[in-house]
């Protein structure tokens, strides 16, 4: 089994892949595929806000994310 956790747009999303190996070619095959996701209206302004320190953005952009993620209550 492997979990895969991405983020898409403002959705989280969380994948499940149940594999198993097949003897005959030697590889690990995908039996089944699940996925949930969910839609977080906040979820771009957090990571605007985490990619701060490590982009060189200009103030502005910056005053900006922080104002956005002051108002979500995330700062």
Known sequence: MSLSMYVSGR???LAVYFL???TRTKSYDISGR???QAVVPW???LMLHLRQGHA???S???EAATAAAQRRGLV
Do not use: I
């Open 34 to 36: 699940y996925h949930g």
């Open 60 to 62: 502005a952009d910056r």
């Open 20 to 22: 198993h190996y097949n």
């Open 43 to 45: 979820l771009n302004d």
């Open 11 to 13: 959705r989280l999303v």
């Open 56 to 58: 060189d953005r200009g």
